[in-house]
């Protein structure tokens, strides 16, 4: 594959989603009475991985489930001669250590920069609570949204739906660390006390629509309204690298996926909580 191919692979692309969303979200918060206090929404333009405010400029920071989104997957993985993580779109426990490695660093780069720039423009006394996903030890686990994505790209490689090329040289931009990662780059980075650190598991169940009572529900219709939910997510990520005309059976059969897993154990998330003060 030529140099400018592999380039256009690792491109992410934008979206403004989450804005289209906002008048809904207001009506809401208003449906639900006075008492819950005046709503104010404000957009900052700009990368959260550098700055985005002026210095002592902010009391109180509070992301949730955005940084395990790297700024970028690693660029080492497709810039030789052949890709380093064929076959797979994220790490997996077969993976090359030089795979595991190229993430880490990536992640390690972005989280710096994030808590440095957080730091100039926390006011003195300032905090941050972070919670993103994680997971509890150095192994990476099968049951995961990118690691099932990924057997099923497999499948339909098999079945001539999807150039193997394309597969090799596509990697999901996405790092979950493990507490201790996250208390090194914390502590060595130097700007925060890190105050609480901990883990907690959440239900692939919390996809669902809050108006649904999970126990009425099989697993196959489970498994269809999860991949719904994470189609949201994902979609504009595969699309963009898979092309559009897939994206429907490749969900259909996520949702499939995630029904059989679901008849042999729970599937769960692994998410950081963490607060800390500005030093």
């Not at 692979?9 to 009506?27: A, E, R, V, W």
């Not at 076959?87 to 989280?111: C, L, M």
């Not at 098999?158 to 990662?181: A, H, R, W």
């Not at 598991?201 to 999970?214: G, M, R, Y």
Request: charged fraction near 20%; proline fraction near 4%; aromatic fraction near 10%.
């Amino acid at each position: 594959m030529e140099k400018e191919q592999k380039q256009v692979m690792q491109k992410t692309p934008h979206s403004n989603g989450i804005f289209k969303l906002l008048p809904d979200f207001y009506q809401g918060v208003q449906e639900r009475g006075h008492n819950n206090g005046a709503c104010l929404i404000h957009a900052t333009p700009g990368n959260f991985y550098g700055r985005l405010f002026p210095n002592n400029y902010i009391n109180f920071f509070h992301s949730s489930s955005s940084l395990h989104w790297l700024s970028q997957a690693p660029e080492e993985l497709t810039t030789g001669e052949e890709p380093l993580n064929k076959g797979h779109i994220h790490i997996t426990n077969t993976s090359p250590e030089i795979v595991y490695k190229a993430y880490f660093e990536q992640f390690q780069r972005d989280f710096k920069l994030f808590l440095r720039s957080r730091s100039d423009e926390l006011t003195v006394g300032g905090s941050m609570l972070l919670s993103f996903l994680g997971r509890e030890n150095s192994l990476f686990e099968i049951g995961t949204s990118g690691a099932l994505i990924g057997m099923i790209l497999n499948d339909m490689v098999l079945e001539g739906l999807v150039e193997e090329t394309t597969l090799d040289y596509f990697n999901m931009p996405l790092y979950c660390p493990t507490m201790e990662e996250v208390k090194q780059i914390i502590e060595g980075e130097g700007s925060f006390t890190l105050q609480t650190l901990k883990t907690i598991q959440i239900s692939w169940n919390s996809h669902l629509p809050d108006d649904i009572d999970v126990s009425v529900l099989d697993n196959k219709m489970r498994g269809y309204l999860i991949a719904k939910s994470l189609r949201a997510v994902m979609e504009p990520l595969l699309s963009f690298a898979f092309g559009n005309n897939i994206m429907d059976e490749l969900f259909s059969r996520f949702g499939k996926k995630i029904s059989q897993i679901m008849e042999m154990e729970t599937l769960q998330y692994t998410t950081l909580i963490m607060y800390m003060t500005k030093i």
